[in-house]
């Protein structure tokens, strides 16, 4: 191995591999820095292989272990220099980093050196032999890449598997990154070395320089090297049974079913109900309908939405196990089961609609001809054409951002700093702007922008003028007290760029949920701790574990942690609020009904979310009412230190609404569950007792209103649909953003317009 090319590949791979651990979340061994150095190591390894081959002209076999030496070499180099970044910035978890980086740019750099030898061998049979060599030596990691950026285009893939790179997992949002299908991939890495090997031992160089065939009098070995081949070959062409690629056809194969709609074409696994997907498909459709006439615009004849179990079938699948995704030039989308109406069903078929005048070969907005996303405005019209069903919309979230001083500048918003800011931050900021455009200069401008226009010239007013607008129109809003505390809660979180150790501390929260989920405390805290201990910002992970100390039967310990949280103004307010409820949960469960209504009340000072503001006053029922407390505290607190309780929950409720005949919360409390199984039926059912007795909590008869609403629709319904329809929208008591998410279900589920939405009592949202 010659030292000049080995040095100057040990150079190039010192400065380019340390200078990305300069960035956020590559500073020492892990996905990213594997994903960066997977893209440079092989590389410099094939050319600085090739460079020395054509020139050298080894014998076959010398060749290919050089490059495979040199492989090594620089690999092992591009390690050291992420674990020097490790050293300077603190490790994440060294040893499964250590590992990806080994499969990922380890393996790749040996795929590389070997085919860098033989770029280099054909290299060295042309006149201009440097240049013939590092074309050719990139020719494979190039092609190799053009390969998964074809699979991507023209499938629902947004992961890859690369012989040289490694594995990349498709999204950015996606923090748990599974790279276990890498170890199967790298066997077929393993083959293909293993038959260049005997290929290399069985060619020889003749004296006029050409290659020619030699026996080495070794059957076996030629026996192993065709099997090696053919196990590469079969992993290659097979590989969508390995979960390594796939197709639009394997895809569907594997999930089996298919249901049409007039605009849509959804392929759903088959263990669905075939009417569920018929629900989705009929939903799907509406959404293609509302958003022409939002956007007024036509979009495509037909939709596919590709509806998968769960996240981590969608995942092995396509990728994005936890992000939604839509791909605009192909009129599809990629969704999980999410009960129905499906919340971001809307927000995926935006992306599509919008596709019908965004740029370029992707169908987006961008510049250079729709090559460079502009990522806040791809996300911010589907934010703005989708229904929101939160407290506040998005354009009143932005108004509390702004207070906060939390609200991004427009041009970092509406470029790639968008990547940098909190995701909730990012895509509710740009939704709102979107919003505002559209309602200031008319759909017109707003498919004029996303189709490469300048805003400025399509409004006649410059960026800074249109910012400025923005915040006038925002400070226009006014919001109940309760809104900051609740909008620090969604807007502090740093972005993914600003976590320490987002990846790993995120796979310890997943990996607690699934121990909790079996029972086993010990490791809820176990893993909570290992997360606090490489991101102590994670405060939220103490108040899990006091939870899990209660469970483990130490009430007295858990409880003195969650009064130390709530005590302590270091934790974020929403931190120490979901103590306060946590310890109002603890009394109630124990019978002093006064200390949790004090926290109960506390926290509801501070909050806007309807969904927890209702189980609030659900849980300070129980405390003032003894009929319903077993009941309510098996359902939402849980007893003797254990979580909830369903079994028991639904004998309280039965038993609870069979003795009060004039109580409806109890068949409310039924009925939500019926919901969230998909019995909608029952739940129906359950829901017309509800409302046809007395509900005392005013959230709650609200929610019977529109959880019926949701019931006709499923069961197509209409007279019903309308008239909870009517009743709901006129209740001033309930965020405006929730009627009018109701008001744009009937209209879809029905295709009548939908009613007008009152005002509130007052300015803004009518909020406790």
């Known amino acids: 191995m010659s030292a000049r090319p080995s040095s100057i590949g040990i150079g190039a791979v010192v400065l380019l591999v340390g200078a990305i651990g300069f960035l956020p979340l590559f500073d020492g061994p892990g996905y990213e820095s594997a994903l960066a150095a997977g893209l440079v190591v092989p590389s410099v390894a094939a050319i600085t292989t090739a460079l020395e081959t054509s020139k050298a002209r080894p014998a076959p076999f010398d060749a290919f272990a050089s490059g495979l030496a040199r492989g090594a070499l620089l690999a092992g180099v591009a390690w050291l220099v992420t674990l020097v970044h490790g050293l300077r910035a603190g490790f994440c978890d ?50 190799s890449v053009g390969v998964s950026l ?59 320089g050409k290659l020619a065939r030699r026996s080495i009098s070794r059957p076996s070995a030629l026996v192993l090297g065709v099997f090696a081949a053919a196990a590469s070959l079969g992993m290659t062409f097979f590989g969508h049974r390995l979960g390594h690629w796939h197709t639009p056809a394997s895809i569907a194969e594997t999930l089996g079913g298919k249901v049409e709609s007039e605009r849509c074409d959804v392929v759903y696994p088959r263990g669905m109900p075939r009417e569920d997907a018929l629900r989705f498909a009929r939903d799907c459709t509406a959404h293609v309908v509302a958003q022409e006439a939002w956007l007024e615009t036509k979009g495509p004849a037909k939709i596919t939405a590709y509806l998968f179990a769960d996240p ?8 994005a ?73 998005a354009r009143e979230w932005a108004k509390a951002m702004k207070d906060l001083g939390k609200l991004p500048k427009l041009s970092r918003l509406f470029a790639l700093g968008f990547l940098g800011e909190n995701s909730s931050v990012a895509y509710t900021a740009s939704g709102a702007f979107v919003g505002f455009v559209k309602e200031r200069h008319g759909a017109a401008a707003v498919r004029a922008w996303y189709g490469g226009g300048s805003l400025p010239e399509i409004t006649g007013a410059s960026w800074d003028e249109l910012e400025r607008a923005f915040h006038e129109d925002l400070d226009r809003v006014v919001l109940p007290e309760a809104a900051a505390a609740q909008a620090r809660a969604r807007f502090e979180r740093p ?7 987002p990846h790993v501390v995120d796979a310890c929260r997943k990996r607690a949920e699934e121990q909790k989920a079996r029972g086993d405390d010990e490791g809820v805290i176990e893993a909570l701790r290992e997360a606090l201990a490489l991101d102590p910002g994670e405060s ?19 409880k003195v942690e969650l009064q130390a949280i709530a005590d302590d103004a270091r934790f974020p307010r929403h931190v120490r609020d979901r103590a306060l409820e946590e310890l109002g949960d603890l009394a109630l469960a124990e019978g002093d009904h006064e200390r949790a209504m004090v926290h109960y009340r506390e926290v509801m000072s501070r909050t806007v ?93 609200a929610e019977a209103e529109r959880l019926r609403l949701v019931t006709a629709c499923a069961l ?32 879809r589920c029905t295709g009548a317009r939908a009613p007008a939405v009152p005002e509130a009592t007052k300015a803004g949202d009518a909020l406790p």
């Open 94 to 143: 060294p040893l499964s980093g250590s590992v990806l980086f080994a499969l990922g740019p380890g393996v790749g750099a040996l795929v590389a050196g070997a085919s860098g030898a033989a770029a280099g061998e054909i290299a060295g049979r042309v006149k201009r032999r440097r240049l013939a060599a590092v074309l050719l030596a990139l020719a494979a990691p190039l092609a």
């Open 150 to 208: 074809v699979r991507f285009y023209t499938s629902p893939m947004v992961f890859a598997y690369d012989p040289f790179v490694g594995y990349f997992s498709g999204s950015l949002y996606d923090t748990v990154i599974d790279a276990s299908g890498l170890y199967a991939y790298r066997v077929g890495s393993a083959a293909t070395l293993l038959a260049g090997a005997v290929l290399a031992a069985h060619l020889v160089r003749t004296d006029e």
């Open 312 to 319: 981590a079938q969608k995942g092995a699948l396509m990728g």
């Open 321 to 393: 196990a936890d992000t939604y995704i839509a791909k605009p030039w192909r009129s599809e989308v990629y969704v999980q089961q999410n009960g129905y109406p499906h919340p971001v069903l809307g927000h995926e078929i935006a992306h599509v609609m919008a596709g019908s005048f965004g740029r370029g070969p992707f169908r987006i907005a961008g510049s250079l001809g729709g090559l460079l996303p502009n990522p806040g405005l791809i996300e911010g019209i589907a934010v703005a054409t989708s229904p929101h069903e939160g407290a506040l919309s």
């Open 495 to 501: 972005g993914i760029f600003g976590r320490r150790c």
């Open 540 to 558: 939220g992970a103490r108040v899990s574990i006091a939870r899990a100390l209660v469970r483990l039967g130490k009430p007295d310990a858990g």
């Open 609 to 701: 979310e309807e969904d927890q503001l209702r189980t609030l006053d659900v849980k300070l029922e129980a405390a003032q009412d003894p009929r319903g407390k077993d009941a309510i505290v098996a359902l939402l607190v849980g007893t003797k230190g254990r979580g909830p309780d369903k079994v028991r929950a639904a004998e309280e409720l039965g038993a609870w609404a069979t003795s009060s005949a004039d109580d409806g919360l109890p068949d409310y409390l039924l009925a939500r569950g019926y919901v969230g199984s998909g019995d909608f039926a029952e739940a129906a059912r359950r829901l017309d007792r509800a409302l046809g007795r007395r509900i005392v909590i005013g959230r709650v008869a």
């Open 716 to 747: 197509e319904d209409r007279p019903t649909a309308e008239r909870m329809t009517l009743a709901y929208v006129a209740r001033r008591d309930v965020p405006r953003a929730r009627r009018e998410a109701a008001a744009s279900l009937y209209a």
